[in-house]
């Protein structure tokens, strides 16, 4: 899956014609699609023939991604739909209007704003990142289960690595920290997409759980909720330092479609410390793996959203 060849490396356009084949007759949905990595996702799953419905928070903001898409591409096959991660009420009516399809890609985000809550008085980012992404997975999974291939893509961050699940504090209300708690949000991201994909397994489901990075790209992910020194460093970061948003959609785009694509398998940039490149198998944080802290965060998930997944857990606790 990773680029082999000699000298200049191909762009992100020429390694999807090689790498993914076409994806008529696939329905793909993208959270958080009207900018940056969920745009390209979109861009590049439509022009492989898949249908698509991108979800938005703002109508405005996914109208005018719309238009663009549709512009550069007027047969694809693209909708939006609004959907507010932020709310969990809007998460279950969403789930309640949504039909049959094939792959969910958990890809919205936000990243090291101020303290915030979601509207169900959640810290922001697990809120969004995490807990919205949890509810949505379990209210359509049944969904999921119709179709030959179903995968649930779950996009974290590389600094997952830098992270630990604060379950004494886990809304910041004692110690909050912007990147500590993003941080804790995509360990979370890891430990749930893990955990599902045991879950799922040991239930015989035929759908795949997946994770993708996509190490050091620039989007406006790290402008719109950094304030302040931290979102003037973190534009000239992706100025001097990253990589494309395009590229940067490319490990998610191969879970997401990718033939070999097993369960449980996590796909990140294969340069220099995961920050760039193009796709290939990469190693979550080991501590992810604990079975123990899985069930966990499994269990208070459930609680705080209020959607339980039909997936007992299976095995010894602790074992990994």
Avoid: C
């Amino acid at each position: 899956m990773s680029s082999t060849t000699d000298g200049e490396k191909p762009s992100a356009a020429s390694w999807l014609a090689d790498h993914i084949s076409s994806q008529v007759g696939r329905t793909f949905l993208v959270t958080g699609a009207n900018s940056g990595l969920g745009l390209e996702t979109v861009r590049a799953l439509g022009a492989l023939g898949g249908n698509v419905i991108m979800t938005a928070r703002d109508r405005r903001r996914g109208e005018q991604a719309l238009e663009e898409l549709l512009g550069a591409q007027p047969d694809a096959k693209i909708e939006l739909r609004l959907l507010d991660l932020a709310d969990l009420d809007s998460v279950a009516q969403f789930a309640g209007t949504l039909g049959e399809f094939d792959v969910l890609i958990n890809n919205a985000g936000v990243m090291m704003p101020p303290h915030g809550r979601t509207r169900q008085g959640y810290e922001l980012q697990f809120g969004v990142n995490h807990l919205g992404h949890f509810a949505l997975t379990g209210l359509l999974l049944d969904r999921l289960s119709r179709s030959q291939d179903g995968r649930v893509v779950t996009v974290t961050s590389g600094l997952h690595k830098r992270g630990r699940i604060h379950f004494d504090d886990l809304h910041g209300e004692s110690d909050y920290g912007r990147s500590k708690y993003y941080s804790q949000s995509k360990l979370a991201n890891v430990v749930f997409a893990l955990e599902l994909n045991r879950r799922l397994r040991a239930n015989g489901v035929p759908v795949r759980s997946v994770l993708a990075h996509p190490g050091y790209s620039a989007t406006n992910l790290q402008t719109s909720g950094p304030t302040g020194v931290g979102k003037l460093l973190l534009k000239a970061g992706n100025r001097l330092f990253a990589q494309e948003a395009d590229m940067g959609a490319l490990p998610q785009l191969y879970a997401a479609t990718g033939e070999d694509v097993e369960s449980g398998q996590f796909f990140g940039p294969d340069g220099r410390g995961e920050s760039k490149g193009f796709p290939t198998l990469v190693e979550p944080l080991d501590d992810a793996r604990d079975r123990e802290l899985g069930k966990r965060l499994w269990d208070i998930s459930e609680e705080l959203t209020g959607v339980r997944i039909p997936l007992p857990r299976s095995g010894p606790a602790g074992a990994r």
